[in-house]
Antibody, heavy 121, light 107 residues
Framework: EVQLVESGGGLIQPGGSLRLSCAASGFTVSGTYMSWVRQAPGKGLEWVSLIYSGGATDYADSVKGRFTISRDNSKNTLYLQMNSLRVEDTAVYYCAREERLAASGPVFDYWGQGTLVTVSS | EIVLTQSPGTLSLSPGERGTLSCRASQSVSSSYLAWYQQKPGQAPRLLIYAASRRATGIPDRFSGSGSGTDFTLTISRLEPEDFAVYYC????????FGQGTKVEIK
């Protein structure tokens, strides 16, 4: 059974740093694309970052240069290092697996339960 | 960058009614790269439809997707109580763009 479990959220002051983790089971994170998607309180979904199976990464313009996505294959875990945090980064952060289904591009087929990051002084 | 605009923002319907949700892209997109998700309060999103019209595993057949080019539609043929939620369309591209969502609420 595929499972994704995020951790690491919390309250942090503006300018601070936080690292989120996403422990995966039922599949290998290194064998697929993995993304972070966030949702500000009462708002819609915003894609944040992606790590490809080959290790290349991509970021939304809003976090480029501040956030770093990575994975630990031995722990089958995805990470998001968030630096220089801003109030507008406050959101629930979800990790999600991307998978190519029949006749489709990669879609988010499994999601974690999310972890809340609150950036406030 | 492609922008997805969903309408209406809120859809007020009664159980048993038909719901029609729209997703319009700012430029033509491949239907292979258009998906729909459902999100209930306090829960993570769930994949409903991929490649514009294919139902994900376990999704009831009252959900259907259609469209091509710039106009895509999610139809819920007969609303069940558990279908009242927020629905997002999403395009796979260099950045995985989401629409702003349509809330389907009980009338």
């Amino acid at each position: 059974e595929v499972q994704l479990v995020e951790s690491g959220g919390g309250l942090i002051q503006p300018g601070g740093s936080l690292r989120l983790s996403c422990a995966a089971s039922g599949f290998t994170v290194s064998g697929t694309y993995m993304s972070w998607v966030r949702q500000a309180p009462g708002k819609g979904l915003e894609w944040v970052s992606l790590i490809y199976s080959g290790g290349a990464t991509d970021y939304a313009d809003s976090v480029k240069g501040r956030f770093t996505i990575s994975r630990d294959n031995s722990k089958n875990t995805l990470y998001l290092q968030m630096n220089s945090l801003r109030v507008e980064d406050t959101a629930v952060y979800y990790c999600a697996r991307e998978e190519r289904l029949a006749a489709s591009g990669p879609v988010f087929d499994y999601w974690g339960q999310g972890t809340l990051v609150t950036v406030s002084s | 960058e492609i922008v997805l605009t969903q309408s209406p923002g809120t859809l007020s319907l009664s159980p048993g009614e038909r719901g029609t949700l729209s997703c319009r892209a700012s430029q033509s997109v491949s239907s292979s790269y258009l998906a729909w998700y459902q999100q209930k309060p306090g829960q993570a999103p769930r994949l409903l439809i991929y490649a514009a019209s294919r139902r994900a595993t376990g999704i009831p057949d009252r959900f259907s997707g259609s469209g091509s080019g710039t106009d895509f539609t999610l139809t819920i043929s007969r609303l069940e109580p558990e279908d009242f939620a927020v629905y997002y369309c999403q395009h796979y591209g260099s950045s995985r763009t989401f629409g702003q969502g349509t809330k389907v609420e009980i009338k």
